[in-house]
């Protein structure tokens, strides 16, 4: 009876560790989800802010001038998004990616630091430089 309610508690524990990881549109999140999450609202600003540059321009709101140094520094950020969502994105499909959060030494297996240049354990180069 207890190993069966131990059971479900771990299956219920783990279904509740796991849950978020499988949010979002179903896509697989993982440690890097609050930097996609901000680079996502940035692009998000940034597209909108274009909108509202290009509405105030047709209103004649805007300069031709303002408009183009606006859109300009928009289009940056957005880019400057985009491209870190795709590096998040191109990071996350990489197999081995968790390696970089713990590594292991592969001379003598001793677990190391995540930007160690050098093994802990026997001194050994890791080529994280
Ligand atoms: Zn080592």
Same mark, same amino acid.
């Given at each position: =009876?207890?190993?069966?309610?131990?059971?479900?508690?771990?299956?219920?524990?783990?279904?509740?560790? #796991?849950?978020?990881?499988?949010?979002?549109?179903?896509?697989?999140?993982?440690? $890097?989800?609050? *930097?996609?999450?901000?680079? $996502?609202? &940035?692009? +998000? $600003? #940034? !597209?909108? *802010?274009?909108?509202?540059?290009? +509405?105030?321009?047709?209103?004649? %709101?805007?300069?031709?001038?303002? +408009? /183009? /140094?606006?859109?300009? %520094? !928009?289009?940056?950020?957005?880019?400057?998004? =985009?491209?870190?969502?795709?590096?998040?994105?191109? #990071?996350? &499909?990489?197999?081995?990616?968790? #390696?970089? *959060?713990?590594?292991?030494?592969?001379?003598?297996?001793?677990?190391?630091? *995540? &930007?160690?240049? +050098?093994?802990?354990?026997?001194?050994? @180069?890791? @080529?994280?430089?």
């Amino acid at each position: =009876m207890s190993v069966a309610v131990g059971v479900v508690l771990v299956v219920l524990c783990g279904a509740f560790v #796991a849950a978020p990881f499988f949010r979002r549109d179903g896509a697989v999140l993982d440690e $890097e989800t609050a *930097a996609p999450s901000r680079w $996502e609202r &940035q692009k +998000f $600003e #940034a !597209y909108a *802010a274009i909108k509202e540059a290009e +509405f105030d321009h047709e209103t004649a %709101k805007l300069s031709d001038a303002d +408009f /183009a /140094a606006l859109r300009e %520094k !928009y289009a940056a950020l957005a880019v400057e998004a =985009m491209a870190a969502l795709d590096a998040a994105r191109t #990071a996350r &499909q990489r197999p081995g990616k968790h #390696a970089a *959060a713990i590594n292991f030494c592969p001379n003598c297996g001793h677990k190391t630091p *995540a &930007q160690a240049k +050098f093994c802990p354990g026997c001194g050994r @180069g890791l @080529g994280n430089a």
